[in-house]
């Protein structure tokens, strides 16, 4: 069964969308936004990040090379959930 969720939606809807996470089977909630600028991304996360201590919000673009997705979008994760694999793997946060 696939943890991931990649969903369709408007940026209107990602609250409504971000509360169905935790109580859901899913480790993670894709949300693709293909017109996305790397700015609009990144404000977006701040803005989720500050309002929501539950969970962790990330953001990829394809103009950032490397690992990227291939469309842009917002990534919704368990903040508990990825301390503890962060910690499990011994990962540190690069500045």
Known sequence: ????????????CLNT?????????YEAFVYKYPTATVTWLSNQCDKLN???NTYEWLWSHPEEGGDSTPVACLIQQDRAKLTTIRESIGYVEED
């Open 17 to 25: 969308w971000s509360k169905f996470l935790q109580p859901s089977k």
């Open 50 to 52: 500050k309002s929501q």
């Open 1 to 12: 069964m696939d943890k991931i969720l990649v969903l369709d939606t408007h940026i209107k």
